[in-house]
């Protein structure tokens, strides 16, 4: 059974960074999503088992950067340039396979969600 751990959520002023960590047990791919008050879960990036291959959704690209540290089993979610926009619960998720996925349902295990609030 795949476990997940996220932490590193917190409340930072616009323009700050945070870095958050998903501590992970498993071979698949993992992926990050948020989800704001009233709002659906969305994509935000993704990294394949590898950490050959990233993906990111166009509201986080060139902000954003998701890698991998094998040896802690462990991805990360560095956020920087953080907007009001980004403030959201963020779940680290485990994907079905190796490969990226964008969407919800390419992933089966989901963390408990870490709050990251960004402050005007």
């Known amino acids: 059974q795949v476990l997940l751990q996220e932490s590193g959520g917190g409340l930072v002023q616009v323009g700050g960074s945070l870095r958050l960590s998903c501590e992970r047990s498993?071979?698949?791919?993992t992926g990050w999503f948020r989800q704001a008050p009233g709002k659906e879960r969305e994509f935000v990036a993704a990294?394949?088992?590898?950490?050959?291959?990233?993906y990111y959704s166009d509201s986080v690209k060139g902000r954003f950067i998701i890698s991998r540290d094998s040896a802690k089993n462990t991805v990360y979610l560095e956020m920087n340039s953080l907007k009001p926009e980004d403030t959201a619960v963020y779940y680290c998720?485990?994907?079905?396979?190796?490969?990226?996925?964008?969407?919800?349902?390419?992933?089966?295990?989901w963390g408990q969600g870490t709050q990251v609030t960004v402050s005007s």
């Open positions: 498993g071979r698949t791919a």
């Open positions: 998720a485990a994907a079905r396979s190796l490969a990226i996925g964008t969407i919800k349902d390419e992933y089966d295990v």
């Open positions: 990294i394949s088992w590898s950490g050959r291959n990233t």
